[in-house]
């Protein structure tokens, strides 16, 4: 028995796409702009074998002892780090986003900013 093979067309506005998208992620990761988390999903698929290379300005809330932080992100993930400003902490290394939204989950951080590149090997 011969079935025909049928076209269904389904229109798909791409821009409706992609603000679904970023209002999922503010959601997921309210904590981290959505520009540098953009940048570490492309930068994490187009290079599988090693994770972006991030520099984090970790914004932490008034009243944070930020060298107990630094010190325990230091050692759970081996970023140089330094205290940056009034109530920042700045992390430099390798992390993908799995990292990145582990670190905004901490009840202390209030907002994480910063820039990507692809890593070097």
Avoid: W
């Amino acid at each position: 028995m011969h079935v025909p093979f049928l076209y269904f067309t389904m229109t798909v506005d791409p821009e409706a796409v992609y603000d679904t998208f970023l209002v999922n992620l503010e959601k997921t990761i309210p904590k981290v702009d959505l520009e540098l988390a953009l940048k570490v999903f492309l930068y994490e698929r187009k290079m599988r074998d090693v994770y972006p290379a991030v520099e984090l300005d970790i914004h932490c809330k008034k009243g944070t002892d930020r060298e107990k932080m630094l010190n325990f992100l230091r050692s759970k993930y081996g970023f140089m780090m330094s205290l940056h400003g009034n109530d920042e902490i700045l992390a430099i290394g390798n992390m993908n986003m799995s990292i990145l939204k582990q670190i905004s989950d901490d009840p202390q951080v209030e907002e994480i900013t910063g820039s990507v590149t692809i890593a070097s090997y």
